[in-house]
Nanobody, 121 residues
Framework: QVQLVESGGGWVQPGGSLRLSCVRSGSAFSTSAMGWYRQAPGKERELVARISTNGMSYYADSVKGRFTISRDNAKKTVYLQMNSLNPEDTAVYYC???????????????WGQGTLVTVSS
């Protein structure tokens, strides 16, 4: 069974940066699209970035130009570099395998524990 382990969260001041990591166990990492999601208090979980098997990326408008998703297939790891953070980025961040199902991108595996990012002064 696939397991996802996120790390790298923490507290940062507005304007700061963090780099999140997510290790995915199991096979087929290199042939899987991966995504980073976040869930802020009182809000639904949302997809903020996605990377395909060939490295093409997608970003939600709210993070475009500030966040960068990347992957290392040898390490079965996907990263999220977050720059110019603001308080609206405060959330628990999760990664997941994603697939295009029924016309939309969906998370496919059980969720990990996530990593908390807090942006405040």
């Amino acid at each position: 069974q696939v397991q996802l382990v996120e790390s790298g969260g923490g507290w940062v001041q507005p304007g700061g940066s963090l780099r999140l990591s997510c290790v995915r166990s199991g096979s087929a990492f290199s042939t899987s699209a991966m995504g980073w999601y976040r869930q802020a208090p009182g809000k639904e979980r949302e997809l903020v970035a996605r990377i395909s098997t060939n490295g093409m990326s997608y970003y939600a408008d709210s993070v475009k130009g500030r966040f960068t998703i990347s992957r290392d297939n040898a390490k079965k790891t996907v990263y999220l570099q977050m720059n110019s953070l603001n308080p609206e980025d405060t959330a628990v961040y999760y990664c997941n395998t994603v697939g295009f199902v029924g016309g939309i991108w969906k998370a496919l595996d059980p969720w990990g524990q996530g990593t908390l990012v807090t942006v405040s002064s």
